[in-house]
């Protein structure tokens, strides 16, 4: 009965996320984004605080939240970057990271700090695309040169990392990791027959289009089902069930069509106004306070390695094509991590290679770049504002 919802748990889950969503309404120029909220008071509600409840309490809807992190960072992310310099870029600073990662960690591994080697590594070249998606679209950030760059930096970020685990887990003798990332291959490709089949015109295609926004929200529901179904299949939150989730997203987004804005408006609803927030809520109630408080020191390890292997090398591979300020905004999106974190601490400490020191030292340091680089993202954005309008005289 692992996934039995605690109702008292939850609704003080939801009055947490209430709250937040409040007090960043009523002080728009907090630097601090509601996701920093949604962490602080999990923490607070948490077993080593206020013990109203555990994330154990509303794990299943928190696994739905953060397939939802993944399904709208994909959504939101548009393949042809990847044909454009933007992408290129982006690629090549993740292989960067990577090669920088994988030496730091293996130094780190000599020393006896670090156990799990590759996961630790690529859990230093993650970027939390999805979670910062609200903050970077709220304060405007995602339009012009500058959110082409963000963009292709957080998609790759959040993309490759989930890959080569999956990859890594398969030559750990996990011949189940190889067969669902084939799966998800597969799943990318049937909605794509399927997009080919539903021709306009056609009887399910008018049946699709007169019920998308009515009751039925035939499309909405068809994309809850596939969420749900991704982490029902692969078992809870595994990484196979986050790379689903994102592919789901890109794959969608050409599903649909003309009809993306209008699903990407009822992802956001039924996404950012409950299953997002349970989920982070959750993350916080989760964190291990007491073991971070035994070694604060691997936090501020770690959290120093997030900004310097991942962000360090946007700040020479973008030298001649953004200016100072804006390479500065593109390392701290790109230093910013969770929620792979999150399921690869879970991952290792289900599997016994990964410290339980280490895994709360590392989704501490990525709760820390949540807590700290979209504000000061959101400080350095110094673009002009936009001028008042002029007031008219009526009657000339």
Known sequence: MDDVVSID?????????LVAAVVVGLFPRLPVPQVVLLLAGGMLLGPHVLDVGAAQD?????DVGLGFVFLLAGYELDLRLFREDAGRRAVLAWFVSLGLALGVVGVLAGTGLVRAFLPVALGLTTTALG???????????????LGRYLLATGGVGELFPVLAIAVFLGTEGRLTALLSLAAVGLLALVLDLLRRGVREGGRLARVV??????TAQITLRATVLLLVALIAVTDRVHLDAVLGAFLAGVVLRRWVGAAAPRLEAKLDAVGYGFFVPVFF??????????????????????????????????LLLYRRV??????????????????VLVALAEIGLRSGTMLPENAAALVGAGVLTVLLFPALVVTLDRRPAAPAPVPTVEGG
């Not at 509303?58 to 928190?62: I, T």
């Not at 979670?131 to 040169?145: F, H, I, Y």
């Open 58 to 62: 509303v794990r299943v809807l928190a």
């Open 131 to 145: 979670t910062l998606l609200p903050v970077l679209r709220e304060k405007g950030l995602l339009g012009g040169r």
């Open 322 to 339: 953004l200016p100072p300020r804006q390479r500065v905004q593109t390392a701290l999106v790109s230093a910013t991590a969770l929620p």
């Open 281 to 314: 809520v959750a993350s916080g109630m989760a964190l291990d306070l007491a073991s971070i408080a035994e070694a604060p020191l691997r936090l501020l390890l770690f959290f120093g390695l997030m900004l310097a292997v991942r962000g360090g090398p946007a």
């Open 209 to 214: 289009a007169a019920g998308q926004d009515e």
């Open 9 to 17: 748990t939850l609704a003080a889950v939801a009055a947490v996320s």
